[in-house]
């Protein structure tokens, strides 16, 4: 748990850093990180994806993810009296989702007219190339999105397992900051 006080500010921030992305997914697991970042937010034990996004505007805030070649981030920004409540969204989305799969089968959708989006912008393609070339055979040389074949046929069981095996507590770190109080935070 890291945190940094500003007592000046009425604004402040949470994420949960998962130390998995692109370099950590095996081939036949291509996009994987990107894919549970996807599917987070499609709800958990306790809220449908309306509620989760319905409680973070609820107050004003804003709640979003990124995934890159070296991790996974899931953020919200609210004022800090709401801060309560965007560290217990952001953890009931990483610890409780519930991976739906008629959820998953959108997403899969979702997903592959993201990657077709990606070829179509040269850019995304000359950058995905050279990660090709300078790194052949490796998973930093996969796009971070995932290859379409993989993205199709990944199901369910397979991402929780790999979330069984490679998320938790030793690969991830919860930061805030604003008018953050460290020892309420880890509370």
Known sequence: VVTEHHPYTRASSAAIFV????????????GAAHFIEHMVFK???RRDAA????????????MNAYT??????????????DLPLAVDLIADIV??????????????????QEIAQVNDTPDD????????IAFPDQPLG???LGKPDVVRS???????????????????????????????LVE
């Open 68 to 81: 890159s070649r070296e991790q996974t981030a899931y953020f919200a920004r609210v004022l800090s009296e």
């Open 51 to 62: 509620a989760i996004a319905r409680e973070i505007e609820d107050v004003g805030g804003h």
């Open 142 to 144: 996969r796009p971070v």
């Open 125 to 132: 393609v000359i950058f995905d190339y050279f990660q090709e």
């Open 95 to 112: 610890q409780d989702s519930v991976y739906d799969t008629e959820e998953l089968s959108r997403e899969r959708t979702v997903i592959l």
């Open 43 to 45: 709800g958990t034990r």
């Open 19 to 30: 130390e998995m992305g692109t370099r950590d997914e095996p081939k036949g697991l291509s």
């Open 154 to 184: 990944v199901g369910r069981d397979r991402l929780i397992n790999y979330i069984d095996t490679n998320y938790g507590p030793g690969s991830s770190v919860l930061s805030a900051s604003g008018d953050v109080d460290h020892e309420q």
